[in-house]
């Protein structure tokens, strides 16, 4: 069975930084694209960063690795997002998704992605 369990997020002040879990099930762990995205209220969902299990390597635009960094625990199938320096502008719902490790990159596809997490919330307060 496919799962990915998310955890953290909550409140944080402007400035300030939460971690995002996330935990995949071992039959879709090794050989996929995991990736974080968030959705705002009113707005489309957009892709914040990804990485290639396989190698490790990491996907995302500048402005996303700026305050962000994503990072595996192969032991523990989890994926993490490190958010450092909070906007307001973060305030958002939070989702890993799983796809084809064909889908890293950048800005991740979100109709490639069809597994997801159930999503957490991030607000973010000044």
């Known amino acids: 069975q496919v799962q990915l369990v998310q955890s953290g997020g909550g409140s944080v002040q402007t400035g300030g930084s939460l971690r995002l879990s996330c935990v995949v099930s071992?039959?879709?762990?090794?050989?996929?694209?995991i990736a974080w995205f968030r959705q705002a209220p009113g707005k489309e969902r957009e892709g914040v960063l990804s990485i290639y299990i396989g190698a490790g390597t990491t996907y995302g635009d500048d402005s996303m690795k700026a305050r962000f960094t994503i990072s595996q625990d192969k032991s523990k199938n989890t994926v993490y997002l490190q958010m450092n320096n909070h906007k307001m502008e973060d305030s958002a719902m939070y989702y890993c998704g799983a796809g084809p490790w064909s889908e890293c990159r950048d800005s991740p596809p979100e109709s490639e992605f069809f597994y997801w997490g159930q999503g957490v919330q991030v607000s973010v307060s000044s």
């Open positions: 071992e039959v879709m762990y090794n050989s996929n694209c």
